[in-house]
């Protein structure tokens, strides 16, 4: 009896582990597919399954977040017996929505599953208020669900949009980690985290565009590939958005800017990592890696459209609108609108990171003007015009002075074009030198002011100590 009750148990805790890891997965479908798509379809099938043997087992079933802990049917579903990004995911969100709990009933219609979905979705991305929830769904004659919204002592201290962000960052670079590394020991890439990342990087641009863009500030120089590839993809995203990109080109752009740089696996350590000038033909080996990095992601990926534009991508991304750059095709090559943009992005990036070759990043606003001086032979004009305007005269991270005398890192871009040189600033010191208070000043907001408070200069945050990673994370 007692091993009967174990093996009882231990079946509800995977189907309860099951139950998560689908439900996060029609959180991201409802974001991708429309509402007759076969996909989103089969997760809907999928759920309802899982719950009719729940309910099979006698199990009372609800779904419920309490502090860090997602518990099903009254059982606690401990995060190591479920995807990390599934089980954080749906924590996340439900807490992010205000859903303390949820019931399903077997017989719930998959219509209203998706409808449910969406509308949790809607809410994160504050297109609706957290109790409308309940209220749709009543609207919409929605059956088999019933929600239970949180309680003010069910909600951890800070679990907002900017601590989903930073969650998501800190995946997001284990995830091109781990591809990098799968690569190199079994010739194989997941394709799935990747996407599954890229998901969570465009959702959470939604729900704060501008602070996922702070985190790409953030530089690790002894992981600089893997940081790197993380802040290009979410600067393709952002830039994506920026010009009005469909969602679908948005999740092709953002797995583009994250893979862009996998042919880097071919290049030996002893060059990538090199001090100093390259020799000629060590030089010829790194122009390899775009050709390198397209065959292995086509090879990997599969032939489709939108995972040959993010192979494209990768062969295309450092090369020039006047033909030169690598690698060396002969001839003018006009490059694909999702490569051009990964290409500005990943310049920029690249500029503004410290690199074994070079002592000092350059600051933000210097690699701005550096690419708006090469844009004729390099990039597009009004790409790149795009993307200076979404950076901000001041890109976010930059650490500069006031006319006060104070010290201060952009946290945030003002949003009036004419005051696009007046962010929004974190003070770091006082005019005197000594530590400032924990104070955000929107310097747009004094530029009436008879004496405005404004950005005097440019810094670098290292003569200082100071670093945009204390700030941000």
Do not use: W
């Not at 005197?432 to 670098?460: F, H, M, N, R, Y």
């Amino acid at each position: 009896m007692r091993e009967d009750s174990r093996r009882r148990d231990s079946h509800r805790l995977e189907l309860g582990r099951d139950l998560i890891v689908r439900f996060a997965a029609l959180l991201k479908a409802v974001g991708i597919y429309e509402a007759e798509n076969d996909a989103l379809a089969a997760v809907c099938q999928k759920i309802r399954a899982t719950v009719s043997e729940l309910l099979d087992g006698g199990v009372d079933l609800e779904l419920a977040v309490r502090q860090d802990s997602i518990y099903v049917g009254g059982q606690r579903i401990r995060e190591s017996l479920v995807a990390s990004s599934s089980y954080q995911r749906v924590a996340d969100i439900l807490r992010a929505a205000r859903v303390g709990a949820f019931q399903i009933d077997e017989t719930v219609p998959e219509r209203d599953l998706q409808l449910f979905a969406k509308l949790i979705m809607e809410v994160v991305r504050g297109a609706r208020e957290p109790g409308d929830l309940i209220s749709e769904l009543k609207i919409r004659g929605a059956t088999g669900i019933e929600i239970t919204p949180a309680e003010e002592a069910d909600q951890p201290a800070r679990i907002d949009s900017q601590e989903i962000a930073r969650r998501i960052y800190l995946r997001s670079i284990g995830v091109v980690k781990g591809v990098f590394h799968e690569l190199t020991s079994t010739n194989r890439v997941s394709a799935r985290r990747v996407k599954r990342a890229v998901q969570e990087m465009i959702e959470s641009i939604d729900c704060d565009p501008d602070y996922l863009m702070n985190l790409s500030t953030l530089k690790n120089y002894d992981e600089y590939t893997f940081n790197h590839s993380v802040n290009v993809s979410i600067l393709a995203i952002a830039m994506g958005r920026h010009i009005g990109l469909s969602r679908r080109h948005l999740y092709v752009l953002g797995q583009a800017g994250m893979l862009h740089d996998l042919g880097k696996l071919c290049i030996p350590k002893e060059i990538l990592n090199k001090p100093g000038r390259l020799l000629p033909e060590e030089r010829a080996i790194v122009g390899c890696h775009p050709v390198d990095g397209f065959i292995s992601i086509s090879s990997q990926l599969g032939v489709s459209p939108d995972n040959m534009e993010v192979a494209l991508a990768a062969f295309e991304h450092h090369l020039n609108e006047d033909g030169t750059g690598y690698p060396q095709l002969g001839t003018r090559h006009e490059k694909g609108l999702l490569s051009q943009i990964v290409s500005i992005v990943d310049r920029y990036d690249a500029m503004t990171s410290a690199r074994v070759y070079r002592d000092e990043p350059f600051s933000p606003p210097k690699a701005l003007a550096i690419l708006f001086h090469t844009k004729l032979t390099h990039h597009d004009p009004v790409l790149l015009r795009y993307f200076m305007n979404l950076m901000g005269y001041y890109p976010l991270g930059t650490v500069t002075h006031l006319t006060d005398g104070s010290v201060a890192v952009v946290v945030s871009a003002a949003r009036e074009p004419d005051l696009r040189h007046m962010p929004t600033v974190r003070l770091i010191l006082d005019a005197d030198g000594s530590p400032a208070t924990d104070l955000t000043v929107d310097l747009a907001s004094t530029a009436k002011e008879s004496e405005p408070l404004q950005i005097a200069g440019v810094l670098d945050g290292a003569d200082y100590g100071i670093e945009p990673m204390d700030y941000f994370l």
